[in-house]
């Protein structure tokens, strides 16, 4: 089980989330690729009540250091909770989502 | 530190709104922009042909200034089409302000238009052209969910109830139907706010500014000629402008945003603080940016946000007067709120602004928020006096 592809700065030791060419903390330009592990927390959540029904978006902060939006997975959109520990997985949709760890 | 020189070098001598609500298809949005920028110009006892500096922003025209240009006939000596999403104008009157006291132009005419409702009413922004590869397969509604996350985490961290979130959207109502201009007048309850449709969580549709059409304009110039024009004369006192991400997933800590650094630079040029301002009008994108802006421009503390709004504490008849036109909640909300924050900022301050006009007030703050959170400009007007 893998997270998504991030950079973690040479000089600074920043993770890097999206990719960039410069560290955007100390202005390093080289940054070392790498894979996150997939788990992290919750950081907030929201439930998006749109027509074809309701979804979840998140931000959730990987373990490794760097945040990314998408959803949580698995549970009642309006159920997920700030601090949850969650891992990622792929979905139907060949999207990173999330479950609950 | 001796005093800042560009405070009260310009003043804002005329300021007008065009038609709002909903104006029908056949209405561009630069006729709004041109429409106000005729009333604000002869407000200020001014014709087209004495603008030689122009700043407008527009999520309609990549190049607002030039289409402005074009329409009104303008030839500017100094242009600039700072996109900071709602922020703009704001920003706008700081980059004014800064090229008047520079010499670059003399006459200064900020203009904004849009015609988003009769578009559609969906919201016409940047994100539109601007995809992203990163949030669009999570499906967000822009930018509803972005504040949704800001409020949640908010809510989360520091307590904050979706009462005291509606207790904004009350507020503005109240102010509005002060307003003979607003576009939502009839009386609104807390549990009308609760009860109305969920968009995005915890945020709801009375959660959410207006889609409305319309366009606003506001003319500059040195304080010098200002003094000799037809109106009274509001200076400009302090600004500052910040911003330190772009997407809401870069923002950091969603509790706090860069008006803390924008506010202090305002205060700092106007060398004055919260406790000298008299009226707010503090961009309402959603009840959670006022909240979020009366704690990062220094009016409470961090976290006593919601407590403060609590109560119909800045609705008309409280403590503070916050959005006294009704806000991009109640009053209009044409894609880019920011330019009416300093209009009803003047309009305070001129003391024109009928039933809900404040007594007493020399000094204003106005405070644009423009994409998600994003980008931050905070301006503080005065009478004269205040020089």
């Not at chain 2, 201009?181 to 549990?191: I, S």
Request: charged letters at 20%; hydrophobic letters at 45%.
């Amino acid at each position: 089980m893998t997270g998504p592809d991030y950079q973690r700065c040479e000089q600074c030791g920043t993770a890097i989330f999206p990719r960039r060419v410069l560290c955007p903390v100390c202005g390093e330009r080289r940054l070392a690729d790498a894979t996150s592990a997939g788990r992290g927390i919750v950081y907030s959540t929201t439930a998006v009540h749109a027509r074809e029904g309701t979804h979840n978006v998140a931000l959730v902060d990987l373990d490794e250091g760097f945040r990314m939006m998408s959803a949580v997975a698995g549970l009642d959109p309006g159920a997920v909770r700030i601090g949850m520990v969650v891992q990622a997985r792929a979905d139907d949709e060949d999207r990173l989502v999330f479950h609950a760890a | 530190m001796p005093p800042d020189p560009l405070r009260g070098a310009a003043s804002v001598v005329g300021v007008a709104e065009s038609r709002l609500g909903e104006v029908g298809p056949a209405v561009a949005p630069l006729d709004l922009a041109a429409e106000a920028a005729a009333d604000a110009l002869a407000d200020a006892g001014l014709r087209i042909a004495d603008v030689d500096g122009l700043f407008s922003a527009s999520a309609y025209y990549g190049m607002a200034g030039l289409n402005l240009g074009e329409y009104l006939g303008v030839r500017p000596q100094y242009s600039d089409s700072t996109n900071m999403g709602g922020a703009s104008f704001v920003a706008h009157l700081h980059h004014a302000a800064a090229a008047i006291a520079a010499g670059r132009c003399e006459v200064a005419l900020i203009a904004y238009g849009s015609t988003q409702r009769s578009d559609g009413g969906r919201l016409v922004s940047l994100s539109s052209v601007e995809p992203s590869p990163l949030e669009d397969p999570y499906r967000p509604r822009y930018p509803i969910t972005m504040y949704a996350l800001a409020a949640a985490r908010h809510m989360h961290d520091l307590g904050t109830t979706r009462e005291q979130l509606a207790e904004v959207a009350v507020a503005a109502r109240g102010w509005a139907r002060l307003n003979p201009a607003a576009f939502m007048r009839e009386p609104l309850t807390v549990e009308e706010v609760l009860a109305s449709r969920m968009i995005s969580s915890p945020l709801t549709v009375r959660d959410s500014c207006l889609v409305t059409d319309g366009g606003g304009a506001v003319v500059v110039t040195s304080t010098e000629r200002a003094r000799t024009l037809r109106r009274p004369p509001v200076a400009l006192l302090g600004a500052g402008e910040a911003h330190w991400h772009r997407s809401i997933a870069r923002m950091g800590d969603l509790t706090v945003t860069a008006a803390t650094e924008s506010g202090a630079r305002a205060y700092a040029m106007a060398g004055l603080g919260p406790g000298d301002v008299d009226v707010l009008q503090l961009y309402d994108a959603f009840t959670i940016t006022p909240i979020l802006f009366l704690e990062d421009l220094g009016f409470c503390e961090k976290g006593e946000g919601g407590a403060f709004v609590a109560g119909g504490r800045i609705a008309p008849g409280g403590e503070l007067a916050v959005n006294t036109n009704g806000g991009g909640l109640s009053h209009t909300h044409p894609g880019m709120y920011g330019i009416f924050t300093i209009i009803e900022a003047v309009r305070q301050v001129r003391g024109e602004a009928g039933e809900r006009q404040q007594s007493g007030v020399h000094v204003a703050l106005a405070h644009g928020n423009g994409g998600v959170l994003s980008g931050h400009a905070t301006a503080i007007l005065g009478a004269l006096e205040t020089i």
